[in-house]
C-alpha cells in the first residue's frame, strides 16, 4: 500500500527543497497538493517520478513552461513524444547558434589577446584607453 507524502518527505525523496516543490505547484508543474484535516500538503508517491520528469527536462535544458507542456499533454492522456522531439530539436539548433556564438568570440577575445602579448604602454593615447580593446 502507498502513502502519501508531506511535502518535506516529498523533497527529501525527490532531492528538492519544500520551496521548489510550493513553486512547482504554483506554476502547474505539480498539481494540486491534496490536504490533510491540519492543512498539510499531501502528496502521492507518484509525484516522485513528474519531479524527477521536470529536472530531467531541466537537465535537457528546457524552460519550465516548455515542461509544463509536455506535462499538459501527458495529463490529457496523450503522449508527448512529438512535442519532445520537436523541443529537443530547437534546443539542438538553439545550442549551435551559441556554440558558433562562443567560437566566434573564443577566436575574437584570441586575436586581441596576440595583439596584447607584447603591451606597448607609451604607444597608447589617452583617449584610446587601451588600444588592446
Given amino acids: 500500500m502507498e502513502v502519501d507524502m508531506r511535502i518535506g518527505e516529498l523533497a527529501e525523496t525527490a ?26 500538503r499531501d502528496y502521492n508517491p507518484d509525484t516522485v517520478a513528474r519531479i524527477d520528469f ?25 503522449a508527448p513524444c512529438d512535442h519532445v522531439r520537436d523541443l529537443l530539436d530547437a534546443r ?3 545550442i549551435e547558434r551559441q556554440i558558433a556564438h562562443l567560437t566566434a568570440l573564443r577566436d ?18 589617452p583617449d584610446q584607453i587601451c588600444r588592446y580593446l
Fill in 54 to 78: 521536470i529536472h530531467r527536462g531541466q537537465a535537457a535544458g528546457l524552460t519550465l513552461a516548455q515542461i509544463r507542456q509536455v506535462l499538459d499533454i501527458r495529463d490529457r492522456g496523450r
Fill in 15 to 40: 532531492a528538492t527543497t519544500t520551496k521548489t516543490l510550493r513553486f512547482y505547484e504554483s506554476q502547474g508543474l505539480l498539481p494540486p497538493a491534496e490536504r490533510t484535516p491540519a492543512g498539510y
Fill in 108 to 125: 575574437n577575445i584570441s586575436e586581441l589577446r596576440d595583439h596584447a602579448a607584447e603591451p606597448e604602454p607609451a604607444t597608447c593615447s
Fill in 92 to 94: 539542438l539548433v538553439a
